[in-house]
C-alpha cells in the first residue's frame, strides 16, 4: 500500500509561484496514476491536474490551465505540481493521490496547505 506525502505549501503573494511535492513510499508511482486535487473553505474538492502512469499525458481544470504544471521523478518516486501566477482563489489544501494502473484515485495524502495574499 503506497503512502503519500506532500509537502512545499506556505504563504505566497498573488503573481508568485510555489511548488508542491509529493513523496510515496510502499509504492512505485511508475505504476500508478498521479494527481492534485485542492480543498478551499465550504467548497467541494476539485480535480487540479493528473498525470497518466503509462506516460506523460496529463489533464489540468480550466481554472489553472497555463499556470500550474504537473510532473513526475519515478527515480525520486516523486510528484510535482508547479504553480506560478498565483491567485487568491488559488487557496486551499492541496492534495496529492494515486490511482493504481490508473483506476480511480484511491491513496490520499494529508494535505498541505496553499495561502495567496492579495
Known amino acids: 500500500q503506497v503512502q503519500l506525502v506532500e509537502s512545499g505549501g506556505g504563504l505566497v503573494q498573488a503573481g508568485g509561484s510555489l511548488r508542491l511535492s509529493c513523496a510515496a513510499s510502499g509504492g512505485t508511482i511508475s505504476i500508478y496514476g498521479m494527481g492534485w486535487f485542492r480543498q478551499a473553505p465550504g467548497k467541494e474538492r476539485e480535480f487540479v491536474a493528473g498525470i497518466h502512469w503509462r506516460g506523460t499525458t496529463t489533464d489540468y481544470a480550466d481554472s489553472v490551465k497555463g499556470r500550474f504544471s504537473i510532473s513526475r521523478d519515478n527515480a525520486k518516486n516523486t510528484v510535482y505540481l508547479q504553480m506560478n501566477s498565483l491567485k487568491p482563489e488559488d487557496t486551499a489544501v492541496y492534495y496529492c493521490?494515486?490511482?493504481?494502473?490508473?483506476?480511480?484515485?484511491?491513496?490520499w495524502g494529508r494535505g498541505t496547505q496553499v495561502t495567496v495574499s492579495s
Open positions: 493521490a494515486a490511482g493504481f494502473l490508473g483506476s480511480e484515485y484511491s491513496y
